[in-house]
């Protein structure tokens, strides 16, 4: 069965600080990896994906992230946050031969001025 | 393209009546699917639609029941409401039934259960 783990509830930082988010998961087949951000009173949107190839992914609004097999991790970061990146922030992963997605519980990005 | 979109926005009803959320997924998508997200157990898969047939469902119980029509809009329908059934639901659709296929969602639609 697959899981998803974020580590912090809630991160809070200084406005032009950088930021990681940290994501692990466990699943003992090939998965796929997301990151999507909730806005307060919105749905998700989505941040970017990992499906094959290069392990270094860039998605919208400057973030990034890595994933690494070995460590089962999928950390988001950015170098520098905006007031604007206040938000919840959701891992998921899905696995060969289903569509749903299996989320963690969220992070919780405060973004301090 | 118009993104997901689902109605109504806000619903407020009482412990035992029944409910029906809708959504109308991206133009061109075909697969539609449902979470639930609660304070408690966060965000939850409920059902998959691709096709008007139902190709994947979480574990939820029987009173939470869905449809695709031909037009690919869904409507997901919870019987004898409980308290603990208030939650943000949220639609998702993508263009085919596939693991590396990008889910859009919607704005979802807030239960609230007196």
């Known amino acids: 069965a697959q899981s998803v783990t974020q580590l912090d509830s809630q991160v809070p930082v200084f406005e032009e600080a950088p930021v990681e988010l940290r994501c692990n998961y466990s699943s003992s087949v090939s998965v796929y990896l997301f990151w999507y951000v909730q806005y307060p009173n919105q749905g998700l949107q989505l941040l970017l994906k990992?499906?094959?190839?290069?392990?270094l992914v860039k998605g919208i609004n400057g973030f990034e992230a890595e994933f690494n097999k070995s460590q089962t991790s999928f950390h988001l970061r950015k170098p520098s946050v905006h007031i604007s990146d206040t938000a919840e922030y959701f891992c998921a992963v899905r696995t060969g031969g289903a569509n749903n997605l299996f989320f963690g519980t969220g992070t919780r990005l405060t973004v301090i001025p | 393209k118009a993104g997901v979109t689902q109605t109504p926005r806000y619903l407020i009803k009482t412990r035992g009546q029944q409910v029906t959320l809708s959504c109308s997924p991206i133009s061109g998508h075909r697969s539609v699917s449902w979470y639930q997200q609660t304070p408690g157990q966060g965000l939850q898969f409920l059902f998959e639609y691709f096709s008007e047939t139902q190709r994947n469902k979480g574990n939820f119980p029987g009173r939470f029941s869905g449809r695709q029509f031909s037009n690919s809009r869904s409507e997901m329908n919870v019987s004898t409401l409980e308290l603990g059934d208030s939650a943000l639901y949220l639609c998702?659709?993508?263009?085919?039934?596939?693991?590396?296929?990008?889910?859009?969602f919607g704005p979802g639609t807030r239960l609230t259960v007196l």
């Open positions: 990992y499906l094959s190839g290069s392990t």
């Open positions: 998702a659709s993508s263009f085919l039934q596939g693991s590396t296929d990008t889910q859009y």
